[in-house]
């Protein structure tokens, strides 16, 4: 195990760049490519714990910021605690919530809340990039992120610590891992990268820095640059998770399931939102797509009806809750098998042939054919499909 981060990570099956691996922190093993279930400040601790527990979730995480200045009642700290108990626990910094919120917060505070918690990974307190700032002043806040870093790594005695970098090119990203290697001494054997959120808001990212296709060079770098160490991607579930996951990241966050649920949203695998019935703009399951939520098992569908799904009610958010996050933790089981398979590639494009997200896959396939990781542009995926015998 690494000394100074007090985990380590090893993958043993690898399909492109993506791969299975165990991260193993000081409390437990934990399976990757790995999914996280943020918690909201918008439902209350029953909803919450109901929702993760009924789906045998692996992993979530909470946020330092948020149990610290949000948590008037202490209530979602109990729910932390008591979700803890099962459920593998990330608990992040808050320093991209303390930096838009212009609150002070030092390492020693966060890690002291991480002790207390007993987390399974103790994010390092870390001050995201601004993409519309200069670089000297985004290499300033790496300076201080890395500071953070000797900080936690001088007071932790008992916790697994992730080193968090960020950067939207490769200057800047490699100033960050030098800066990680100088510190401990070695590759690190876990990072996370953080920053790409504004990437991913628009199809043109924010200002000069590029948007989606810049986070799949920024992992695809990544992953080259530090070929074994576990790569975390903050704020990136959803769709994206299969692209993410394609450009050979081992695990990222996914912290919109509440709203989403809130907002009547039903989710299926590789569609992206849709509702139950057409309203003003929203857009309603076509038959096929309603055919395959009929088909869902999870525990909300197994006993209810459609009709229980409609409406604002607490029921129907908690139900449409559970069935989403239920879609995505069964579909990281079902992207561990493709990968085991050696036919993650066919997956992806398969469920991405009718998203938005298509041309962006197109993009990164494309990178990883020039890379020479994948042979062959992928033009016969349904051959390919075939020849494998492989029921999508
Ligand atoms: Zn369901």
């Known amino acids: 195990m690494a000394e100074t981060l ?5 993958y043993y099956e690898q399909d492109g760049l993506s791969r299975i691996g165990h991260l193993n922190t000081w409390k437990r093993r934990i399976m990757t490519p790995v999914i996280w279930f943020g918690l909201s400040v918008i439902e209350n601790y ?3 714990y109901e929702a993760l527990t009924v789906n045998e979730v692996e992993c979530f995480l909470c946020n330092a910021y948020d149990l610290l200045f949000q948590d008037k009642n202490g209530e979602r700290k109990k729910l932390v605690r008591n979700l803890s108990e099962k459920i593998a626990l990330k608990c992040d910094s808050g320093g991209f919530q303390t930096m838009t919120r212009n609150v002070k917060i030092s390492v020693d505070q966060v890690y002291s809340l991480q ?19 200069n670089k000297e002043a985004n290499k300033k806040r790496i300076y201080q992120t890395l500071k953070n870093l000797e900080r936690i790594i001088e007071i932790n005695e008992k916790l697994s610590i992730l080193p968090v970098i960020h950067g939207y090119d490769k200057d800047t990203l490699n100033f960050a891992i030098k800066g990680v290697i100088d510190i401990l001494g070695e590759d690190p054997p876990a990072i996370g990268i953080g920053s790409l959120v504004p990437l991913l808001m628009t199809s043109k990212g924010a200002g000069k820095v590029g948007g989606k296709k810049k986070v799949i060079d920024t992992l695809i770098y990544l992953r080259q640059k530090l070929p074994d160490t576990f790569l975390h991607v903050f704020g990136a579930g959803g769709t994206m998770a299969y692209l993410i996951i394609f450009c050979g990241a081992d695990s990222f966050d996914f912290t919109g399931w509440i709203q989403k649920a809130g907002h009547g949203v039903i989710q299926l ?5 849709r509702f139950i019935s057409n309203r003003k703009k929203r857009k309603a399951l076509n038959r096929k797509e309603m055919e395959t939520f009929l088909e869902c098992v999870c525990p909300a569908c197994r006993s209810n009806k459609i009709a229980d799904f409609k409406g604002r009610s607490e029921r129907a ?8 996050i239920y879609v995505y933790q069964t579909e990281i089981w079902r992207i561990r098998r493709f990968i085991r398979e050696g036919c993650f590639r066919e997956f992806v494009f398969s469920r991405l042939k009718n998203s938005v997200w298509k041309s962006l896959l197109k993009y990164a396939d494309r990178q990883l054919v020039n890379l020479g990781v994948y ?3 992928c033009e016969k995926i349904d051959n390919f499909i075939k020849d494998k015998n492989v029921e999508l």
């Open 269 to 273: 695998p590789g569609i992206s939102d």
């Open 6 to 10: 007090r985990l380590n990570f090893k």
């Open 375 to 377: 042979s062959s542009k």
């Open 115 to 133: 002790c207390e918690l007993g987390c399974d990974l103790a994010v390092q307190l870390d001050f995201p990039l601004n993409p519309l700032a």
């Open 46 to 48: 029953n909803f919450q």
């Open 317 to 324: 958010r908690l139900l449409r809750a559970i069935h989403n």
